[in-house]
Structure formats: structure tokens, C-alpha cells
């Protein structure tokens, strides 16, 4: 019933352990799940931490399917949790259809279908639909990095960043004359880089 189905959510929220399935890039001893379950391992994949700050149910078409809307942090299966999640209504769970309507800075609202791409690559209108690199940054605080330091980050080197707030640690992204130059994390007075934008 709803009822049961709301009831059993509660269990997929907040701080959880989840398992990822067997079919998944998960990395055991340098390979990835999928291939040594192909292989006809018995892959066992230990549990791995996942916030969910949401999991609600929002439509039962008929008895056997539900429509279900998540909000999850970085990591999170949603097979896994159709699995779990039929598990603990004492039957079997799976997913028949999946969509993605946000990550990070980008909304499915704003995306661009294949077959218009495909319809535009050819003319100059393409370039309309090209965001700039700081788009996908959005999400991260931007550190000024002086001029010697843009120029070590370049180089893939710790680079000086004029101080800020961001915590020791954290993932943060780096300009320079109002250009990108790098992302990576924060540390004492130094962004350490994980990826370096030669622009």
C-alpha cells in the first residue's frame, strides 16, 4: 500500500549505508564490480556511506510500479536503493526508468536535446548553446590567485591564493585576470590542484 511504501522510505533517509550493486563501476582490488561479476564472481562490495536528504513517494500508476523522487549526495545508487527498498516491503525492486533533473549548477530545465545538437552542429548557432568553464564552477567558492600563483597552478604545482573564508580542505576553483586557472583544494594559503585549465 502508500502507506507501507511511505513507511519504509523513512529507512532511506538522512545518513545511510548502501551497498552499490553488483553491475557497478565500483573498484575491487583495482577492477572494476561489473567486470568480475560478468566474469561470474561472487563480488561482495562493502557498504559506503550516502546522505539522502529526500526520498518521497509521488505516484503509484498501479499495483506494481511507484514513482519516487530522491535528492542524494554525490555517490548514490538508486538501483540500489530500489533493491533495498523491495527488500524491505518483502518483495523484489528494480528500476524501470531513471531521470536525472539536476546536478550540481545544472538543471534538466536547461539542457539541450541530442537531436537539436546534432540539428545545430554544423552552424555558428552552436556556440549559443555553449556554456563558459565558470558555469560548472558555480557550485564551488572562487580564490584569486595572485600572479605567481596562477602561474605554478598551471604548472600543476600549489599555488598562493589571496585569503578567504573556505575551510582547510576544501574543494575550491582558482582565477586569474578573470580566467580559470585551476580546482582543487584549499590549504593554508594554497590551492592544491586537481585540474588545471590551460585556457
Not at 529526500?54 to 505516484?59: D, F, I, K, P, R
Not at 536535446?113 to 563558459?132: C, H, Q, V, Y
Request: aromatic residues 6%; proline residues 6%; contains cysteine.
Amino acid at each position: 500500500s502508500d502507506d507501507e511504501i511511505a513507511a519504509a522510505l523513512m529507512q532511506f533517509q538522512g545518513d545511510i549505508e548502501q551497498v552499490p550493486p553488483r553491475f557497478s563501476a565500483v573498484k575491487i582490488d583495482g577492477e572494476r564490480a561489473y567486470a568480475r561479476a560478468r566474469a561470474g564472481e561472487d563480488v561482495e562490495i562493502a557498504p559506503r556511506p550516502l546522505y539522502v536528504e529526500s526520498l518521497t513517494l509521488n505516484e503509484r500508476p498501479d499495483a506494481d510500479h511507484a514513482v519516487m523522487e530522491m535528492v542524494c549526495g554525490k555517490g548514490g545508487y538508486v538501483r540500489s536503493i530500489a533493491r533495498d527498498l523491495g527488500e524491505a516491503l518483502g518483495c523484489l525492486g528494480h528500476v524501470k526508468e531513471l531521470r536525472r533533473i539536476w546536478s550540481g549548477p545544472f538543471e534538466l530545465d536547461d539542457a539541450v536535446s541530442l537531436d537539436e545538437i546534432e540539428r545545430l552542429a554544423k552552424s555558428p548557432e552552436i556556440d549559443g548553446l555553449l556554456l563558459p568553464l565558470e558555469a560548472g564552477l558555480a557550485d564551488l567558492p572562487e580564490l584569486r590567485a595572485t600572479a605567481e600563483g596562477a602561474a605554478r597552478l598551471r604548472n600543476g604545482n600549489p599555488g598562493m591564493v589571496i585569503a578567504s573564508d573556505v575551510a582547510y580542505g576544501e574543494l575550491a576553483w582558482a582565477s586569474h585576470d578573470g580566467r580559470p586557472v585551476a580546482v582543487g583544494s584549499y590549504r593554508a594559503g594554497e590551492l592544491h590542484p586537481q585540474r588545471v585549465f590551460n585556457l
